[in-house]
């Protein structure tokens, strides 16, 4: 599979690092922590950045840090830089309701803001494979945006950072076999 570029969705500034609707930037950190990688802030490409191989591909990293509703501006950016747009696959990491991490071939953003900016800047036509992290559900969709914005307790922390290492070691199983080879493993796990 030819993925070019991983994008850890999330919002910028200490008052949202910890909060679940930053998921997808834990995963692009994790990733590079695995990598033995620290992630520099690139002004150029408005996020943190990072080059690494995975299963022998020549892969760049990328935490937005502009809002989550911006995120196309820093993907554009990267993407004209690096030329993979818009022919080659990219891959952008989201937090989202659901329970376990889930990989998926996407034409469209499924409501998310952040997908929404990034098709905006880059078309329509791109296609991009989403991981969703399992960051659990409120129970009513009324809450669901405190719920995101809000930190999770320690508890449920831990069940994330379970799913985001799985989705880790799944990374080159993707890359090297495939989303149907990485899809069985993740649907798999369960981080409880």
Same mark, same amino acid.
Request: glycine share 10%; net charge positive; aromatic share 8%.
């Given at each position: 599979?030819?993925?070019?570029?991983?994008?850890?969705?999330?919002?910028?500034?200490?008052?949202?690092?910890? *909060?679940?609707? &930053?998921?997808?930037?834990?995963? @692009?950190? !994790?990733? %590079?922590?695995?990598?033995?990688?620290?992630? $520099?802030?690139?002004?150029?490409?408005?996020?943190?950045?990072?080059?690494?191989?995975?299963?022998?591909?020549?892969?760049?990293?990328?935490?937005?840090? *502009?809002?989550? &509703?911006?995120?196309?501006?820093? @993907?554009? !950016?990267? %993407?004209?830089?690096?030329?993979?747009?818009? $022919?080659?696959?990219?891959?952008?990491?989201?937090?989202?309701?659901?329970?376990?991490?889930?990989?998926?071939?996407?034409?469209?953003?499924?409501?998310?803001?952040?997908?929404?900016?990034?098709?905006?800047?880059?078309?329509?036509?791109?296609?991009?494979?989403?991981?969703?992290?399992?960051?659990?559900?409120?129970?009513?969709?009324?809450?669901?945006?405190?719920?995101?914005?809000?930190?999770?307790?320690?508890?449920?922390?831990?069940?994330?950072?379970?799913?985001?290492?799985?989705?880790?070691?799944?990374?080159?199983?993707?890359?090297?076999?495939?989303?149907?080879?990485?899809?069985?493993?993740?649907?798999?796990?369960?981080?409880?």
């Amino acid at each position: 599979m030819s993925i070019k570029l991983i994008v850890g969705l999330a919002n910028p500034g200490a008052e949202y690092a910890a *909060t679940r609707h &930053n998921a997808g930037a834990w995963y @692009v950190d !994790a990733l %590079a922590r695995n990598s033995r990688l620290d992630l $520099k802030e690139e002004s150029k490409f408005y996020g943190y950045t990072a080059r690494l191989l995975i299963a022998g591909q020549d892969i760049r990293l990328l935490v937005p840090t *502009t809002f989550m &509703n911006l995120s196309g501006k820093a @993907v554009a !950016a990267m %993407a004209t830089f690096t030329a993979f747009y818009p $022919k080659r696959s990219w891959w952008p990491m989201t937090s989202w309701i659901c329970r376990r991490a889930t990989p998926a071939l996407s034409l469209g953003a499924g409501g998310h803001n952040g997908l929404k900016s990034i098709i905006s800047c880059l078309g329509n036509t791109q296609q991009f494979h989403r991981l969703r992290i399992g960051i659990g559900h409120p129970g009513d969709k009324n809450k669901v945006v405190g719920f995101v914005l809000g930190r999770p307790p320690l508890s449920e922390q831990g069940l994330i950072d379970k799913a985001i290492d799985e989705a880790v070691k799944c990374t080159p199983i993707l890359i090297a076999d495939g989303a149907v080879k990485a899809m069985n493993r993740l649907h798999t796990f369960k981080a409880e």
